[in-house]
């Protein structure tokens, strides 16, 4: 794992190098994006080494949610390293992170200091992958979540992935 996040590049990075088409669709989540007060502040109180590895593909409306808010949410807490890796440059090194022979994106790995796993998220908060998505309440939570409606539910998800490191 340290060998691919090694390879990785910082946010910024990514997105300055983003098409103006993803970058674009990238920003309009990231920027209007709010994170609620205490979750914030729970974030900023980690004090430990904390590295991150996601796994994205710039044409993925759920990077575009999911990678904007894990910014938000670390940008305050200098101990906490995000690396951004592509899909496409992948080869075989995260086999176990695959559904269905595929990566799905973004897989967002979490790590102790010495690159060690403890956690992962893949594709979409827990909330809407237990939801059936064929009944209106799914396809409701659905488009509330590409509407950026489930940043609190999401939020915590990633606070409690950090917090078991």
């Known amino acids: 794992m340290k060998d691919l996040f090694k390879k990785g590049i910082s946010f910024r990075s990514y997105i300055f190098n983003l098409e103006d088409k993803y970058k674009h669709n990238m920003m309009k989540y990231y920027l209007p994006m709010k994170i609620e007060g205490s979750i914030s502040e729970q974030i900023k109180g980690i004090n430990k080494k904390i590295n991150i590895l996601a796994v994205v593909d710039p044409k993925s409306p759920d990077c575009w949610i999911n990678l904007s808010l894990l910014e938000k949410l670390i940008s305050t807490n200098d101990?906490?390293?995000?690396?951004?890796?592509?899909?496409?440059?992948?080869?075989?090194?995260?086999?176990?992170?695959?559904?269905?022979?595929?990566?799905?994106?973004?897989?967002?790995?979490?790590?102790?200091?010495?690159?060690?796993?403890?956690?992962?998220?893949?594709?979409?908060?827990?909330v809407l992958k237990q939801a059936d998505i064929n009944t209106m309440e799914g396809t409701k939570l659905n488009a509330r979540y590409m509407l950026s409606g489930l940043i609190e539910e999401t939020s915590k998800e990633f606070l409690e992935k950090l917090l078991s490191i």
Request: overall charge neutral; glycine content about 0%.
């Open 79 to 126: 101990d906490i390293k995000l690396s951004i890796i592509l899909r496409d440059i992948i080869k075989n090194e995260l086999d176990d992170y695959k559904i269905d022979d595929f990566i799905k994106v973004p897989t967002i790995i979490f790590m102790n200091a010495k690159f060690k796993v403890i956690n992962s998220f893949i594709e979409k908060p827990q």
